[in-house]
């Protein structure tokens, strides 16, 4: 008899794991197809929520975590790519979820990240530039051609800030290495990327550069599903 209630217990707390991972997976699907309507997108965003088990978090329809991934975005002509927002605290109604409804679909904050490929970058960039690379948090260019009747043939080291244009490129002091020390030489490797917020609707706050390109964070706290601007 023993051996028959162990038996049904675990068939028993397998049919409930079963529920629960069927669940989180329709949950899932049904916040990409609103996310994908709200954002205009071609393709359904991946859903994932996070923590276990899944059903208590829909009954009470508060989640810990649940990450979208947009794919790209553009920003004032801009495409960004590997978009992805971080929503924690996020209170969703059971009933609204199941009936297509984000008016009511809330989260504490909301994080968004992308990459701007330097391919990106370089498009906006002096005819000059004619390579960009990660330089620990700053970034080095390969520089070729004349400017003001100088010879340009080197490289520089330039910083890269957030600002409400965009994304800032200047040179560090002393980057400019087999570079004329003149005014043209810095002006020429100073211009704006003209990509200022993410789809949270908040204004990148961090830049890391790394060997794809700059990846840039912004955060917004208490942002509502329906409020989030259009791509």
Known sequence: MRKVLLALLILLI????????????????????????????????????????????????????????????????????????????????????AGGNANNVTARTATASAVIPYSVIKERAPKEVKGIAAK??????????????????????VSVKPSVRGIVITPVSGGLAGLPQVPAVGQLVSWTVPVANLPVGSR??????????????ATANDVRLNDLPNA
Not at 23 to 51: D, F, M, S, T, W
Request: net charge negative; hydrophobic share 40%; no cysteine.
């Open 14 to 97: 397998g049919g409930v794991i079963a529920a629960d991972r069927i669940g989180v997976r329709v949950a899932q699907n049904e916040i990409g197809k609103q996310v994908a309507a709200q954002y205009n997108l071609q393709e359904q965003p991946e859903v994932k929520i996070h923590g276990f088990p899944f059903l208590t978090q829909a009954v009470g329809g508060e989640y810990d975590q649940i990450d979208v991934k947009l794919g790209r975005w553009t920003d004032r002509g801009v495409t960004v790519g590997d978009v992805t927002i971080e929503m924690r605290g996020v209170n969703a109604p059971l009933a609204d979820v």
């Open 136 to 157: 620990g948090d700053n970034l080095q260019l390969d520089l070729s051609g004349t400017i003001a009747g100088f010879p340009v043939d080197g490289s520089a080291v």
């Open 204 to 217: 990148i706050s961090e830049i890391q550069p790394t060997p794809d390109g700059l990846r840039v964070s």
